[in-house]
């Protein structure tokens, strides 16, 4: 099946920072997905892109889908930013091993 | 819209009893799927739903373990005969596809741990 790697596994940031998360897969896709995984469990839906970019407010995202990855873009981090982002890709969504984010005062 | 619900958000049981898990998707959604998440990993898939029709279940999903929609709305999971390697989240999400654009939403889950 697709293979799925997220980088970094682990972030600190202070808040007020950027980050860029990186998502690769081993096959083409006509779906790919960014959560978020707040610290209490729930998983929210970021972004719907297969390709292309998307901005929404502080977030962004764009996959290069003949490349075979995304990028996940946080600006002026804050607190509320924590949590584990994870991508996952095609139907079923297989998802990443995440990256575990934590971003501090 | 309320979102996708699932009930209860926490279960202890005794090895080897029965559990039964329940998710109601956003209404009109046409897909249901479960997934199962672990410590540390991201969440895994089980099987899915398009309206009351099940179309496939992952070789996670032992013969213990079973999953209706019953009339494509609301669906359960149950599992028989529970071991502790069965303890984990088990996520709900729901989506309506149109064509190959699907966004899934997920519910909080239902915390399963197994003594």
């Known amino acids: 099946g697709i293979q799925v790697e997220q980088s970094p596994p682990d972030l600190i940031l202070q808040e007020g920072a950027n980050s860029t998360l990186r998502c690769n897969f081993s096959?083409?896709?006509?779906?790919l997905q960014w959560f978020h995984q707040n610290p209490w469990g729930q998983l929210i839906n970021l972004f719907y892109i297969p390709s292309g970019t998307k901005q929404n407010g502080r977030l962004s995202a764009t996959t290069v889908a003949t490349e075979r990855y995304s990028l996940l873009y946080i600006s002026s981090s804050q607190t509320t930013d924590s949590g584990v982002y994870f991508c996952?890709?095609?139907?079923?969504?297989?998802f990443g091993t995440g990256t575990r984010l934590q971003v501090t005062l | 819209d309320t979102g996708v619900s699932q009930d209860p958000r926490h279960k202890i049981t005794k090895r080897g009893q029965n559990v039964t898990f329940r998710c109601d998707p956003i209404?009109?959604?046409?897909?249901l799927y479960w997934y199962r998440q672990t410590l540390g990993q991201g969440p895994e898939f089980l099987t899915y739903?398009?309206?009351?029709?099940?179309?496939?279940k992952s070789r996670l999903l032992s013969d213990r373990f079973s999953a209706e929609r019953p009339k494509g709305s609301f669906s359960t999971l149950e599992i028989q005969r529970t071991e502790q390697g069965d303890s984990a989240m088990y996520l709900c999400a729901s989506s309506f596809r149109v064509s190959t654009n699907e966004k899934l939403f997920f519910g909080s889950g239902t915390q399963l741990s197994v003594l």
């Open positions: 209404s009109e959604h046409n897909r």
């Open positions: 096959d083409s896709v006509n779906n």
């Open positions: 739903f398009q309206n009351e029709a099940q179309l496939e």
């Open positions: 996952a890709v095609e139907g079923k969504l297989t």
